[in-house]
């Protein structure tokens, strides 16, 4: 049957979440594609992850519930953080250990920054500069509008001629 597998999939074990389910992800790819979360953090959450051990992924809404395989509470992914860190906890990415800042949110537990939100500032477009350009050649000069040309004055009723040459007195 076509569709038994689906169903299969949609009879997994929910819990309650913000928006009232969950599921699991099979890889933190397949996590982080789902939450839509920034390209350019991926290898950096991966390596995070890789640093304290994690046995499962849970979509929790608003975040992504990554497991320890150990003691230790789970880490929350969120697009632009990871949270779920103790103080004395020491995780190293590449060479660098990372700064912990403490969550407002998650007391007693630190959190960590993505690299996405250290993207450098948009350079401010620079202003033109005062350097003369080349000299366009001068413009002939239009021919005035019919308005402005002058026609004359009638000698007898002293009204403006017409372009016809004719006045208020023909």
Not at 114 to 142: G, L, Q
């Amino acid at each position: 049957m076509p569709g038994r597998e689906i169903l299969e999939e949609m009879n997994e074990v929910q819990g309650p979440t913000p928006t009232g389910n969950s599921r699991p992800y099979r890889t933190l790819a397949e996590a982080l594609r789902a939450h839509r979360i920034a390209e350019e953090n991926h290898e950096f959450i991966a390596a995070i992850t890789d640093a304290v051990g994690i046995s499962s992924y849970i979509d929790r809404g608003r975040y992504i519930e990554a497991i320890r395989r150990g003691d230790g509470a789970s880490l929350h992914i969120g697009k632009t953080y990871t949270n779920g860190f103790t103080e004395d906890e020491v995780v190293v990415v590449g060479s660098t250990p990372l700064r912990l800042r403490p969550s407002e949110g998650r007391a007693p537990y630190f959190f960590v920054t993505h690299p996405s939100e250290f993207r450098p500032i948009a350079p401010v477009k620079a202003k033109r500069t005062a350097t003369p350009r080349a000299a366009a050649a001068p413009r002939a000069e239009r021919a005035t509008k019919t308005s402005e040309r002058d026609y004359g004055v009638c000698d007898v009723c002293f009204m403006v001629k017409t372009p016809a040459g004719g006045c208020g007195c023909d």
